[in-house]
């Protein structure tokens, strides 16, 4: 027999429709969706972030430097290669609106910017007024804007007036939107914004104040920013300097991103094996139907390779037709809800078709249907002339050939790889997957019990019919009961395990950390203040206790005469 003649044979198979198939589409279709909807949803914000990366960085490269500024050397060759240089400072401080005991105070992440600020984007603030207005001079006191949250908790409104240290300032505006917030990173407090030149005179940045001073750079079009990077880190080498520029201008934020999609899509390929056990039931179910076919055709003289090959084509097409559902519905679907996706997204997000994504839930697609569905396929094969007096799946062996075991054993090794792979985390896609494993071996012990007793069960059903009929399907010869046990536990089971992350996460935050966190934590006690400050609260009945650490500021260059980054990472 040829294979053209199990392509004919195939053909005339699927002249039936896709009846006793809308499972196994479904099954297929759905798991490949989510992981390529996934993946689209991750390409599409690491889009917006490589292509708004400027605008949230605000600037094309960013020099960072800790606990001090730039020395007059060290600007100069920044504004050598720049065509413009913005200055940020940010630091922590305690906001402060009124006098006295009825004082208010809040901690506040301080942005102190210069005229340039910002170089790239647009600052909204409300009431709507330019920055330049909104930080200037009136009445003696320099303007600053900052967020509602802090607004609304000390109680502030445009007008207002607050301090930061020693010195008073008036509040002109509230932020609407600060075009470089992504690539601030973690933040202990709201945002306030004010001019450098406005903190003369505020104590705030003194000798052991904990602040950064970041350049931003706007930069010729030709510039090539590995090159620059490379000199930049040559020219600072040992003083403490970070790059960063446009191409990853939120690098908080495209790590955050690549965790939790590479979570999402392990919970995705969870979910397809669940779908592959209900692939591999509709097969089973499917060549049940065609047991008698199968015999006829052995029965003609057709070997099992043609009968193996002539439903391998048939699944294959139906796989195929499948996972090009789920690929379209996975591409499709974040376009759909492009715009609630985006509106609850704190960054910018470039929604498109993005092929990469889609490969690789078509590949996951395809590497499931294949394992779940040659091992029915391939006990089809083993179906003899003789089935015809018996009328049964029975008249197959249970375990197809060894080679086809083989074949199976190393199509989950490679998608095993290929998750690896394509996640770069290869613990979480082993214990996922291995997890997985386990399950269904398991739930495999668990469904054969259950025949078990089923079987020992059925004496107890004598003059009841109707449980003795749905004892004697669950504990027969079928393997019904074993795929609803398989399927049900499966499904049961990545839910459980998703909902026991989110509940262990949330206890973590909100049951024990409690125990251990102080209930108000202070830092940057200056060495002249601290007798002060412990004095004050250890006369305060409130307070059980106090713990403090004294800390020494500077850069590790060196250690054990070598390199820190090359000890240390």
Request: charged share 20%; aromatic share 8%; net charge neutral.
């Amino acid at each position: 027999m040829s294979l053209r003649l199990a392509g004919r044979f195939a053909r005339r198979e699927m002249r039936g429709g896709l009846r006793g198939f809308r499972l196994f589409l479904a099954c297929l279709a759905l798991g490949v969706a989510a992981i390529a909807a996934v993946g689209s949803v991750r390409s599409a914000i690491e889009g917006g972030l490589q292509r708004e990366g400027a605008a949230l960085l605000g600037g094309a490269a960013e020099i960072d430097f800790t606990y001090r500024f730039a020395t007059d050397d060290e600007r100069d060759w920044i504004e050598s290669h720049a065509s413009a240089v913005s200055e940020v400072v940010e630091f922590r401080s305690m906001a402060v609106a009124g006098d006295g005991a009825a004082a208010d105070r809040a901690l506040t992440q301080v942005k102190a910017v210069d005229d340039l600020y910002p170089l790239v984007g647009e600052m909204v603030l409300e009431p709507a007024m330019p920055l330049e207005q909104a930080l200037g001079l009136e009445n003696g006191l320099s303007g600053a804007v900052m967020e509602r949250a802090l607004s609304d908790r000390l109680g502030l409104s445009p007008g207002d007036t607050f301090k930061l240290g020693v010195k008073e300032f008036r509040l002109s505006a509230l932020i609407v939107r600060e075009p470089d917030s992504a690539a601030s990173g973690f933040a202990l407090g709201p945002r306030t914004l004010l001019r450098t030149e406005a903190l003369e005179g505020a104590g705030l940045l003194a000798e052991g104040t904990l602040f950064n001073s970041k350049y931003r750079m706007l930069l010729p079009a030709d510039t090539d920013l590995d090159q620059l990077r490379s000199a930049a880190r040559t020219r600072f080498e040992n003083s403490g300097m970070r790059w960063t520029d446009a191409r990853n201008g939120a690098p908080g934020v495209s790590r955050f991103v690549e965790r939790l999609t590479a979570f999402l899509i392990l919970v995705g390929l969870s979910g397809l094996a669940v779908g592959g056990v209900g692939v591999s039931a509709a097969v089973r179910s499917y060549l049940t139907g065609k047991t008698e076919v199968i015999a006829v055709l052995r029965a003609l003289g057709a070997d099992r390779a043609t009968i193996f090959q002539t439903y391998f084509m048939q699944i294959g097409a139906l796989s195929l037709l499948g996972v090009a559902i789920g690929v379209v519905l996975g591409a499709v679907a974040p376009l759909i809800f492009a715009p609630l996706i985006s509106a609850r997204l704190p960054i910018p997000a470039a929604f498109a078709i993005y092929p990469a994504p889609l490969a690789e839930a078509a590949i996951y697609g395809l590497l499931t249907a294949f394992a779940f569905t040659l091992w029915p396929l391939a006990r089809s094969e083993n179906i003899r002339a003789a089935t015809l007096f018996r009328d049964a799946w029975d008249g197959a062996a249970r375990f197809p050939a060894p080679r086809y075991v083989a074949i199976i054993v190393m199509t989950v090794a490679l998608l095993v790889a290929l998750a690896g792979w394509f996640n770069g985390s290869w613990w979480l896609t082993l214990w996922t997957l291995g997890g997985i494993a386990g399950a269904l071996g398991i739930l495999t012990l668990a469904a054969l019990l259950v025949r078990f007793l089923a079987q020992r069960a059925a004496v107890l059903a004598r003059g009841r019919p109707r449980l003795r009929w749905a004892l004697a399907a669950i504990g027969g010869s079928g393997e019904g009961a074993g795929a609803v046990v398989l399927s049900l536990g499966l499904g049961l089971s990545v839910l459980a395990a998703v909902g026991q992350i989110d509940g262990n996460l949330r206890q973590a935050i909100s049951g024990n950390l409690p125990d251990v966190a102080p209930s108000y934590f202070f830092v940057d006690i200056q060495k002249d203040q601290i007798d002060g400050y412990t004095k004050r609260l250890t006369d305060d009945p409130a307070v059980r206790r106090i713990d403090s650490a004294p800390m020494l500021r500077g850069v590790v260059t060196q250690i054990n005469g070598r390199p820190a980054k090359e000890v240390a990472g």
